[in-house]
């Protein structure tokens, strides 16, 4: 009889594009989403957490580049007794599900209704160097109003929750313009009808940052040669039709009303790129009004990211300080934060218009960005480790423990086997343990403990001479009474250093 085959075992490794995230990385995400859900709130913003899962239809196409609902996100179809069930996918943003629950439970919902959600998103596209298939976003949105106020009051709650969470003024700005003077341009183009031309020019634009005023001109013209010395077709426009492109892309001036002035001449006498410059200018009244200077947000032609898929403002936070590459080179850290008005998203649910606009931060560019300004500690201390002497003991242990806890101190018992005390002090270690509390048999005949600091031990080990070892002690004999006292007043001590 022929031996069953013996069932391969699984491999142990993270699905392509998924990563996993270890205890200091969710604590400090955690933290950070809690500190800006706390500036949600204050803004009048509510909470809401909808499903991860939505019908491939209620989602619709609304991600970048692909032509079938399905293309792009992690979907598959519920089975029925006749295999026709609905296509179910999951969420590849959280402003799809908006539109859904805003449409669903409007008669309930205030308008207009205000809210926030945290939380992953899914896409099923080709992972790459920062590029996950599963990544955190952080939105906020208001639906149901078409008043400027409500664009004007996105972007001063994002220049208040970068500040609040430790990003300082200087270093960042929000950049505002307008989907509307753009349309406005390419109404002045000629190409305000023909579909083709017009999505060819918002690629173009959408590579300025990259080519820079030439090679926008060039590309929206006759072509140029790339880096790499191969040739790039152009649009094929004429250079008089270019020239309103530039004009738009260059308009930024030194204050709001020049740039606008600018921005008047690229429109012509386009009437939706007139309304496009009137939004602009009442967004800056309004945040000026708020004390919100062009030091923190300011208007900017630049800002193309996104385009095609507003109908009004649009928005961008950026990140202005400088950082090292891989490579060692200087470079600016970019955007962290995008959003705008998207009028056209519950239309498809209710057949009427239903204004909305929204910001939407990138959770983990934000946090790795706190962690370059040192705002962000990169490794976050573990529990106060209590060491097992006498196994037979665990209840003085577990009794130090709760103390410990009762105080709001973060500690734990070593549940590993006592035998080698080394070992504890290793686990210690491992845990990034700020503090080991001791207490053998002679230490309880004393009534006192031992309570070691790791941190500073580690310290002293690294560079101290014999002299300055003995100025400073890192393990200390005290009553066991005061315990929590000492433990309290060796991290405070460490928090000080840190």
């Given at each position: 009889m022929a031996k069953p085959k013996k069932q391969p075992r699984p491999k142990a490794i993270t699905p392509k594009g998924f990563r996993d995230y270890f205890g200091s990385e969710v604590t400090q995400r955690t933290e950070m989403l809690r500190t800006i859900a706390g500036v949600y709130h204050r803004y009048g913003f509510d909470a809401l957490e909808s499903s991860a899962v939505e019908t491939v239809e209620a989602l619709g196409k609304f991600l970048p580049d692909v032509d079938r609902p399905n293309d792009g996100v992690f979907a598959w179809q519920e089975a029925d007794d006749e295999g026709q069930g609905d296509w179910m996918a999951?969420?590849?943003?959280?402003?799809?599900?908006?539109?859904?629950?805003?449409?669903?439970?409007?008669?309930?919902l205030p308008t207009p209704y205000r809210r926030?959600?945290?939380?992953?998103?899914?896409?099923?596209?080709?992972?790459?160097?920062?590029?996950?298939?599963?990544?955190?976003?952080?939105?906020?949105?208001?639906?149901?109003?078409a008043s400027m106020a409500a664009d004007a009051e996105i972007c001063a709650m994002l220049s208040d929750t970068l500040e609040t969470v430790g990003i300082p003024r200087g270093d960042y700005l929000v950049r505002v313009n307008n989907r509307k003077v753009l349309n406005g341009v390419l109404e002045t183009m000629g190409l305000a009808e023909d579909a083709d031309a017009r999505d060819a020019v918002l690629r173009t634009i959408d590579k300025f940052d990259k080519v820079g005023e030439q090679g926008v001109r060039e590309l929206l013209t006759q072509g140029r040669l790339d880096a790499s010395g191969a040739y790039i077709d152009g649009v094929g426009l004429s250079q008089d039709q270019a020239d309103p492109v530039v004009a738009f892309l260059t308009s930024k001036a030194g204050d709001t009303a020049a740039t606008l002035s600018n921005l008047?001449?690229?429109?012509?006498?386009?009437?939706?790129?007139?309304?496009?410059?009137?939004?602009?200018?009442?967004?800056?009244?309004?945040?000026?009004?708020?004390?919100?200077?062009?030091?923190?947000?300011?208007?900017?032609?630049?800002?193309?990211?996104?385009?095609?898929?507003?109908?009004?403002?649009?928005?961008?936070?950026?990140?202005?300080?400088?950082?090292?590459?891989?490579?060692?080179?200087?470079?600016?850290?970019?955007?962290?934060?995008?959003?705008?008005?998207?009028?056209?998203?519950?239309?498809?649910?209710t057949g009427q218009e239903v204004p909305a606009t929204g910001i939407s931060i990138g959770v983990d560019r934000l946090l790795a960005a706190l962690r370059e300004k040192g705002r962000i500690q990169a490794v976050e201390h573990g529990p106060v480790v209590v060491t097992v002497m006498d196994r037979d003991r665990m209840a003085d242990y577990q009794a130090m423990v709760a103390e410990l806890r009762?105080?709001?101190?973060?500690?734990?018992?070593?549940?590993?086997?006592?035998?080698?005390?080394?070992?504890?002090?290793?686990?210690?270690d491992k845990r990034n343990s700020p503090i080991a509390v001791?207490?053998?048999?002679?230490?309880k005949a004393k009534g006192i403990v031992q309570i070691k600091d790791l941190i500073l031990g580690a310290k002293i080990a690294e560079s101290a001479t014999l002299e300055e070892w003995k100025e400073l002690p890192s393990q200390f004999e005290v009553p066991r009474g005061d315990l929590v006292a000492k433990v309290r007043e060796i991290l405070a001590t460490q928090d000080g250093q840190g």
């Open positions: 999951l969420r590849y943003d959280l402003t799809a599900p908006l539109a859904r629950v805003y449409a669903q439970h409007r008669n309930d926030y959600a945290m939380g992953p998103v899914w896409r099923n596209e080709k992972p790459g160097p920062g590029r996950f298939r599963q990544f955190y976003q952080c939105d906020a949105d208001t639906v149901g109003t008047r001449v690229a429109v012509g006498d386009s009437r939706i790129g007139a309304e496009g410059i009137a939004e602009l200018e009442q967004i800056a009244a309004l945040l000026d009004a708020g004390g919100y200077g062009p030091d923190r947000i300011e208007i900017d032609p630049s800002v193309v990211r996104g385009l095609g898929y507003y109908t009004g403002p649009v928005y961008e936070a950026e990140l202005t300080f400088e950082i090292f590459d891989e490579k060692g080179r200087k470079r600016q850290f970019g955007s962290v934060a995008g959003g705008g008005r998207y009028d056209d998203l519950v239309k498809r649910f009762n105080a709001g101190i973060r500690a734990e018992v070593y549940l590993g086997n006592p035998k080698n005390f080394g070992n504890q002090l290793k686990y210690a001791i207490e053998g048999g002679d230490e």
